[in-house]
């Protein structure tokens, strides 16, 4: 049920407050797909499994919208990365943008 309505949710054509949802979403964003926003940075650590390489995943990154591509070739990876939401934002366009994620 709660997949079905995920778009409408994410969108704001369903409203909802605080609690589990919220959490979930926040779970999912940085935990899952590993896309932690901070004031000045975008650390990018995801748990992503070797099963799901080629996942896609639409976000919102400098107030425009990105596709984001995991590419994932083993289990073993180096740790994450932080980088600077300046950069991001510099070489963000207001349509097409895609960001890959490799995890070698």
């Known amino acids: 049920m709660a997949q079905a309505r995920y778009d409408d949710v994410r969108t704001g054509r369903v409203a909802f407050e605080g ?6 979403v926040r ?3 940085e935990c899952f797909l590993g896309l932690r926003r901070a004031r000045a940075t975008l650390t990018i650590d995801p ?9 896609r995943a639409d976000v919102e990154l400098a107030g425009r919208r ?12 180096a ?4 980088v600077s ?9 207001p349509e097409d943008n895609e960001l890959v994620i490799a995890l070698d």
Do not use: Q
Request: net charge positive.
């Open 19 to 24: 609690g589990r949802r919220v959490y979930s």
């Open 47 to 55: 748990a992503i499994p070797p099963e799901l390489d080629g996942l």
């Open 85 to 93: 939401m300046t950069a991001i934002a510099d070489r963000i366009v």
């Open 66 to 77: 990105v596709g984001v591509l995991y590419r994932c070739a083993g289990r073993h990876r």
């Open 27 to 29: 779970l999912i964003h």
């Open 79 to 82: 740790g994450g990365v932080a």
